[in-house]
């Protein structure tokens, strides 16, 4: 049987990682500036993600959510502390996607309407009500389509107010920092505009941090850099579980539960609550939301300086660089030459860089004089 064959793979086959460094099977070493999508939040292999799964692993890995399973309250506690939601709800599950689908569902449920919209240049996830607000066509499938999910222009305020006077919107989702798109940056101005909008017209407000969240920002969420702004509904996923599949939404005290309103079967089980709660504790004991500010902040100034970059977008260790020619190459030239994984995005001239939030001052020089020397 063969594998259906929808990614183009690079010609590395990772055998081993720790912290930011990995080694191919040739036993070649690369510097991981990318994560997997900003999957690894707290390094690769971190001793203390690795023995709070071995532990786990050792008395219970999994049991449907129909009895108690007192680690996710344990999770769900540490949560709220660090993320400064404490009053908010937590329901758990398995990815970017499937926390968005929940998230939609409720503002859906909570408002009695059934519209969305999203932004230009957003990216939800594959599945079926995210990926119609996900905007590339590419991936939007007719069983998908649907005339009540409006992509409109980003930072567009009137846009927004003309389709919600029209009626039947149950949610605005949008990005805390666009991550596909390009690493974009909503204004304070245009998210404080959108949370009034919304209770204006009785819509529910669902900011997406499934890649911007996880304190990858400095902050723990992104959305946390504008003051006062309290969504209805928090997605997340990615750097949860530093690479063990995990998600979850975080839902305003003002939505209700009621049983059978949301369900999984492998959310929230003993191992994904394990790693979410490591997470957790790494991010709090090694200061790394503080490390992810004063580096990037490091980064972004040291990337302006480079002849042949154009413009730094980002926040933290979420950064989007634009270069004068096509990324592409000076992708594929950072991989084979310098051994250095970046990412891409959907604009042809952006990098983009997602590295651990442990990453070390000397790996990121590593960096920034290979893509000097690529570009110059």
């Known amino acids: 049987m063969n594998l259906f064959d929808v990614y183009p793979l690079m010609d590395v086959t990772p055998e081993k990682a720790q912290g930011a460094t990995i080694w191919d099977d040739k036993g070649e070493e690369y510097l991981d500036l990318y994560g997997g999508h900003a999957v690894i939040s707290i390094g690769h292999s971190h001793p203390h993600f690795n023995q709070r799964i071995k532990e786990q692993l050792d008395k219970i890995c999994f049991y449907s959510n129909s009895v108690q399973i007192p680690i996710q309250k344990a999770l769900a506690e540490k949560l709220g502390q660090l993320s400064g939601y404490p009053d908010y709800q937590l329901f758990l599950c398995n990815s970017g996607a499937e926390a968005n689908e929940n998230a939609l569902k409720l503002a859906s449920f909570a408002t009695g309407k059934s519209g969305f919209i999203s932004f230009s240049g957003a990216f939800h996830g594959r599945t079926a009500g995210a990926v119609v607000l996900t905007d590339n066509p590419k991936i939007i499938a007719p069983s998908n389509e649907r005339d009540d999910a409006h992509i409109l222009p980003w930072n567009d305020l009137q846009a927004v107010e003309t389709q919600l006077k029209k009626g039947n919107i149950a949610g605005i989702i949008i990005e805390g920092i666009q991550g596909v798109g390009g690493i974009h940056v909503p204004d304070a101005e245009f998210l404080n505009q959108l949370a009034a909008l919304c209770k204006t017209y009785g819509a529910k407000l669902i900011l997406d941090e499934v890649q911007s969240g996880y304190g990858r920002t400095g902050k723990f969420f992104a959305h946390q850099w504008v003051e006062g702004l309290k969504p209805d509904l928090i997605t997340m996923a990615k750097g949860m579980g530093n690479g063990f599949p995990i998600g979850g939404v975080l839902i305003h005290p003002d939505i209700k539960a009621s049983y059978g309103l949301l369900g999984t079967t492998f959310g929230g089980n003993h191992l994904a609550c394990a790693a979410g709660l490591a997470?957790?504790?790494?991010?709090?004991?090694?200061?790394?939301?503080?490390?992810?500010?004063?580096?990037?902040?490091?980064?972004?100034?040291?990337?302006?300086?480079?002849?042949?970059?154009?413009?730094?977008?980002?926040?933290?260790?979420m950064i989007g660089v634009d270069l004068d020619r096509d990324a592409g190459p000076v992708r594929s030239e950072l991989v084979k030459k310098y051994k250095i994984f970046t990412g891409s995005s959907s604009g042809k001239l952006t990098i983009r860089l997602l590295p651990p939030l442990n990453i070390k001052t000397n790996e990121l020089y590593s960096f920034l004089e290979s893509l000097k020397k690529i570009l110059n």
Not at 292 to 309: K, M, T, Y
């Open 279 to 317: 997470v957790l504790e790494v991010i709090e004991q090694e200061n790394l939301m503080s490390n992810a500010l004063n580096l990037g902040d490091f980064l972004i100034q040291s990337l302006r300086e480079i002849h042949g970059v154009t413009e730094v977008r980002g926040k933290g260790l």
